[in-house]
């Protein structure tokens, strides 16, 4: 059979031609949406999971905006409690302070260098801003109840401090004034900023 006799033989059939290609038409589109449709129901699940995520996350994040603004709040808060320790002369200052509102003189004042205390734990804690701790030694004088105040006073003042040490000694009988050396710990600027 030649090419004529087949083209003379399909116009005889118009339908069945019509048919066939519609069938063949049809199986490559078939065969093209088969590799898609897996495709496309892998990003449908992962726009959907993204979808969850997000919602959780935006329902979790309710007031975290004021949240974040009152951390900030309290964190400048904190930090004007903290005391430079390269400012030797502004912290010694600050001591000197209370001196006139205990009634008591100091007679030496020392300022140490700033360390950093030991690490507890290996968790989440270790990761955030260390501060350091700067020791300042003191000696005081004067009557028990003013050096009681005295002490009282510091721990009670504007920067962040701990008593780690005291100890009074008692004047003679000709002079009543007693002494009192006084260490103490205070929260200093965070190393290695």
């Given amino acids: 059979m030649e090419a004529q006799e087949v083209i003379a033989k399909l116009k005889q059939f118009p339908i069945a031609v019509a ?10 589109v078939f065969s093209f ?5 897996p495709e496309l ?13 997000i919602t959780r996350n935006s329902s979790q994040s309710v007031g975290l905006a004021q949240d974040t603004t009152q951390l900030e709040t309290f964190t400048t808060q904190l930090d004007e409690r903290i005391i430079d320790s390269t400012q030797r002369s502004t912290n010694i200052n600050y001591f000197y302070g209370f001196e006139d509102q205990s009634n008591v003189r100091i007679t030496s004042i020392n300022q140490g260098n700033a360390i950093l205390p030991p690490r507890k734990g290996t968790k989440p804690f270790n990761s955030l801003r260390r501060h350091a701790i700067v020791n300042i030694s003191l000696e005081a004088e004067g009557a028990f109840r003013d050096l009681l105040n005295f002490a009282h006073n510091i721990r009670m003042g504007q920067k962040l401090t701990r008593i780690s040490r005291f100890n009074f000694t008692a004047g003679s009988q000709t002079d009543p004034t007693m002494r009192m050396v006084l260490i103490v710990e205070v929260f200093g600027e965070s190393l290695g900023k």
């Fill in 41 to 53: 129901e892998k990003e449908l699940n992962d726009a959907q999971k993204k979808l969850q995520t």
């Fill in 19 to 28: 048919g066939i290609a519609v069938a063949l038409l049809a199986g490559i």
């Fill in 33 to 37: 949406r088969v590799g898609v449709v």
